[in-house]
């Protein structure tokens, strides 16, 4: 019997020892990699697929190291992992550094002098071992073979196959395939389920606009929303739900086995997602090469359209396609990149377009126009005109010494102004830029290269200038007075007109609106049968016209100044485009009917949003806060007359596909002169948001929509409606007071709930309470200004402790 057991014991052994090999390469306690050594230079995999170690990356600096982890077997772009600093920037290691792994606090990084620069972190149980898999995956186990620790938790830029990324995950680009400091690329796993691309500021970490969304999230059940990205075996990437279904993001590949080669999924220094695939047994032949199997988005050029941000490539650039689909940034002709080494970097002009002191025009002497088919800066135009045609078009901006492009396509013409963003060169791309250029000026005198110029050529040229600006002015004198007589013609017929008597409808400024009849809205809208809301002044409904969805706002609660009010709607907020703005697309004003139509919102109001079933999360909040700002100051010191909305709340904000905030609802709202500050009307607003001003006077400033901004912004902090008191514990009083009592006592965790993702951002949090705290002050004087409000929420402006806006009772 003694010998079967000897045996069964032996073979016992023999199993477990194969099974954690199979498993991984077991590291023990106490052993260490040094930079830059030639002894041990790496823990590799059992099947050599994978190493983990310190890689020289800096072709410049042969004394700087990465702790990473790459394919020990693909000879290039093959790191997949390394040690990163909380904002995601790599954690670099001079030569000599000693990466140690410890039983008390797993892997510890530590540079020659002994001093820490990094470890694997959080460490809950005491160290075994540590074993790199074959998956790519180094695991850090405890004494019950459990994981207490693994690098597939703590991606960089690539997932490995049977790799998930969890709810908040991010994939970040670096800032070029050599230079692996943070880029401005992520991929991110959101807390409503949907899985972004999207760009960020550099400086702060703020995420700008998602070029690629999955749409995995529902509003109506959160179960049909997504919960992990798994890239799996077979190297498919798809969205794992919470009901178990699976939203493909790639389809699963085809011709390529898994056992023959290696995949990953990459967020590239490009802004592209790419699933790409190596041939295994290939050992640094030169044949062998990465081979993208999908790309997300398509075409990144064309896919980019944020207000924010520059875009691919950098500002006053342009992107386009290479022969592999991969994107290529270029300066226009004319401008050159501001870093010589970084073509992703901005584009300046060589001769910078100046405009004069007190100048607004420009004249054809001192500029050209290049044309440039098939390419647009999409963004951030300043002015538009329809109907127009191409020469009109590039005489507004020669014209204009503002413009540096003109953007022309379908009888419109768009004029943008430094700096300019997501330009884009597309065969799909219908519009033509024309980009002014200044000319040669070296006819005009100015000395080149250091040669003197002699002093009889000079005085020559000096006469040429003198008479050539005499000409211009002259010509541009007969131009004005020209275009004072047909103004003057053209105001005295609308005065023939204004005293005629004419039909309502042919009494609106164009605004490029699109006028329907009431019969073609009442077949868009089935006979005006699905109800999406109601407003001050009308109810709204979904419809349907050739070109998509729409919103269909009847206004039947007529009010004894509503055509008056129809007016106003159809004039400023047909020729008030904003990103944040509900944009108005037609009308119909025949007999007593008045209708609006308006772009439709997809994802509702953000009422529905912040008091639905589930809390949206701190990052969309933050987001729609911001966007709903900009919307107001945009209308309050940005349009051409001033407009007061009068009703700021949840129910008067909409969200698009894509959770952008946009103000809706301007039926009341009035308009100011530039040179007044205040206007009358008739109380209007929503209770809980209307500001004290409104009861003392009938006049009122822009202010009041400060003060109802400030309680949606708390209700934004909160998920909280200000007057719901059966929402608060103990029968606190209004949310305005609660919130100032809890800022006071330094009690910020009670108003977000303990949401922890509000909580780890306590600075930015602290932050909205107290400009909503100032936008609440009772007098108006000491309310902020919408555009002050925005650069204190953004960061750019600094935010004082706030006064107590009214005295009340503790309420935390």
Not at 22 to 46: D, E, H, K, M, Y
Not at 353 to 375: R, V
Not at 447 to 460: L, M, S, T, W
Request: proline fraction near 4%; hydrophobic fraction near 35%; include cysteine.
């Amino acid at each position: 019997m003694v010998p079967v057991s000897v045996f069964l014991l032996l073979l016992l052994s023999f199993v477990v020892v194969v099974c954690a090999q199979s498993n991984g390469t077991r590291i023990s306690t106490g052993s260490s990699l040094v930079a830059g050594s030639f002894s041990v230079q790496a823990w590799r995999s059992p099947s050599d697929d994978f190493a983990f170690g310190f890689r020289n990356v800096d072709n410049n600096n042969d004394d700087l190291f990465l702790l990473a982890i790459w394919f020990y077997k693909v000879p290039e772009n093959n790191i997949v992992w390394f040690a990163k600093e909380k904002d995601n920037n790599p954690v670099f290691a001079p030569r000599g550094s000693k990466v140690e792994l410890t039983a008390t606090s797993g892997l510890v990084l530590r540079n020659g002098n002994g001093g820490e620069i990094w470890k694997s972190e959080p460490i809950t149980a005491s160290v075994a071992f540590g074993s790199m898999k074959d998956t790519g995956n180094f695991v850090l186990v405890d004494s019950i073979n459990g994981s207490i620790w693994e690098s597939f938790s703590y991606p960089t830029d690539t997932l490995l196959p049977t790799q998930k990324l969890e709810v908040d995950g991010v994939l970040s680009s670096r800032k070029s395939q050599g230079n692996f400091s943070l880029g401005k690329f992520q991929f991110r796993l959101l807390r409503d389920g949907n899985a972004v691309l999207n760009t960020i500021n550099l400086r702060s970490g703020f995420p700008y606009d998602a070029y690629y969304i999955s749409n995995t999230h529902d509003s109506a059940s959160s179960q049909n929303s997504g919960r992990q990205v798994i890239f799996d075996e077979q190297g498919f990437l798809y969205v794992l739900k919470r009901n178990g279904e699976q939203s493909n993001i790639t389809q699963p590949s085809v011709g390529n086995p898994v056992e023959a080669y290696y995949y990953k999924t990459t967020m590239n220094f490009d802004g592209v997602l790419s699933v790409s695939s190596y041939p295994k047994g290939i050992d640094g032949d030169a044949n062998g090469s990465w081979k993208d199997l999908f790309r997300i988005p398509d075409n990144i050029c064309m896919a980019m359209r944020g207000e924010l941000s520059s875009g691919i490539c950098g500002y006053n650039s342009i992107c386009t396609l290479n022969d592999d689909q991969r994107p290529r940034c270029k300066c226009p002709t004319g401008y050159s990149f501001m870093d010589l080494n970084d073509t992703y970097s901005n584009c300046v002009a060589n001769i910078p377009q100046i405009c004069e002191e007190g100048a607004q025009n420009s004249t054809d002497d001192l500029y050209s126009l290049q044309e440039l088919p098939n390419t647009d800066w999409p963004m951030l135009d300043y002015e538009r005109y329809n109907p127009f045609n191409a020469e009109e078009c590039k005489k507004a901006c020669l014209l204009d010494c503002l413009c540096v492009v003109a953007v022309y396509r379908d009888n419109t013409c768009w004029k943008k102004k430094l700096p300019l963003s997501n330009g884009r060169e597309d065969s799909k791309e219908i519009s033509v830029s024309f980009l002014k250029l200044r000319r040669n000026t070296s006819s005009t005198g100015k000395p080149q290269d250091g040669f003197p110029i002699p002093e009889g050529k000079k005085n020559q040229q000096t006469l040429i200038v003198v008479i050539s600006v005499l000409l211009g002015c002259s010509l541009f004198v007969i131009l004005i007075l020209a275009s004072m007589i047909c103004w003057g013609f053209i105001s005295c017929n609308k005065k023939k007109l204004a005293a005629g008597d004419i039909q309502p409808s042919e009494s609106f400024e164009s605004n490029n609106l699109c006028q329907f009849t009431y019969k073609e809205l009442r077949e868009a809208t089935n006979g005006f049968k699905e109800e999406l809301g109601r407003g001050s002044c009308g109810i709204v409904y979904k419809g349907r016209i050739k070109t998509g969805v729409v919103a269909v706002k009847q206004l039947d609660r007529v009010f004894e100044d509503s055509e008056k009010e129809f007016r106003t709607e159809v004039n400023v907020i047909g020729q008030t485009h904003h990103k944040n703005l509900v944009r108005l697309l037609g009308y119909c004003n025949e007999g007593r009917y008045r209708i609006l139509v308006y772009e439709f919102m997809s994802n509702g109001t953000l009422a529905d949003l912040l008091f639905g079933d589930r809390k949206p999360s701190w990052n969309l909040r933050t987001q729609i806060a911001y966007g709903i700002a900009r919307g107001l100051m945009y209308l309050h010191e940005e349009c051409d007359k001033q407009i007061i909305h009068c009703d700021i709340k949840p129910q008067n904000v909409l969200l698009d596909e894509h959770y952008n905030a946009k103000i809706a609802d301007f039926g009341l709202a009035k308009l100011l002169k530039m040179d007044q500050s205040r206007t009358e009307t008739g109380i209007r607003g929503t209770k809980g948001y209307v500001a004290p001003d409104w009861f003392r006077s009938a006049q009122v400033t822009a202010k009041v929509d400060v003060y109802s901004f400030g309680v949606q912004l708390l209700e934004i902090i909160c998920c909280r409606r200000n007057g719901d008191m059966n929402d608060f514990e103990g029968g606190q009083e209004l949310l305005v007071d609660w919130a100032y009592d809890c800022f006071q006592q330094g009690r910020l965790d009670v108003l977000v709930e303990e949401d922890l993702e509000a909580m780890d951002d306590m600075r930015r949090l602290e932050t909205f309470v107290m400009v909503a705290i100032w936008c609440l002050q009772e007098d108006p004087s000491q309310r902020p200004t919408m555009k002050r409000v925005t650069w204190m929420l953004e960061g750019i402006a600094p935010v004082s402790v706030p006064p107590n806006p009214n005295p009340f009772t503790s309420n935390c």
